[in-house]
């Protein structure tokens, strides 16, 4: 098993993650993916690669405060998380999309935990 294999599958053992996902922000292709991936996650990958760059365009390169870092969006039953990773450039990178369920998970806790086992994802 990859490194990166290993990395998506420690993010997959914080309760209530149904799923994850490695994405090209250039591209909007998911990279990798592990877990219970829905059928929907190519296009919801393109989408979320256009908003990120989209975010980008907009900040300019004079903003303080660096880039965007992390997209959370709530549902009823889900929380889908998508945090920046290694984006060097604008509109280049990689973004790390969980899709957690709220009923099983602590939205709060699911989100530290799986800041916290981000960066070993391009380790």
Avoid: C
């Amino acid at each position: 098993m990859s490194s990166l294999d290993e990395s998506l599958h420690r993010i997959l053992a914080v309760d209530g993650v149904r799923s994850a996902a490695l994405i090209d922000l250039a591209t909007g292709m998911v990279v990798r993916s592990a877990g219970a991936e829905p059928a929907t996650l190519p296009a919801a990958a393109a989408s979320l690669a256009q908003e990120v760059r989209a975010a980008d365009l907009a900040q300019g390169p004079l903003r303080p405060g660096g880039g965007l870092d992390e997209i959370t969006l709530f549902t009823t039953g889900r929380l889908q998380l998508t945090k920046v990773l290694d984006s060097r450039r604008p509109g280049e990178g990689l973004l790390l999309f969980v899709d957690v369920d709220r009923a099983r998970a602590n939205p709060a806790l699911a989100t530290l935990r799986i800041g916290q086992a981000a960066p070993a994802v391009l380790a």
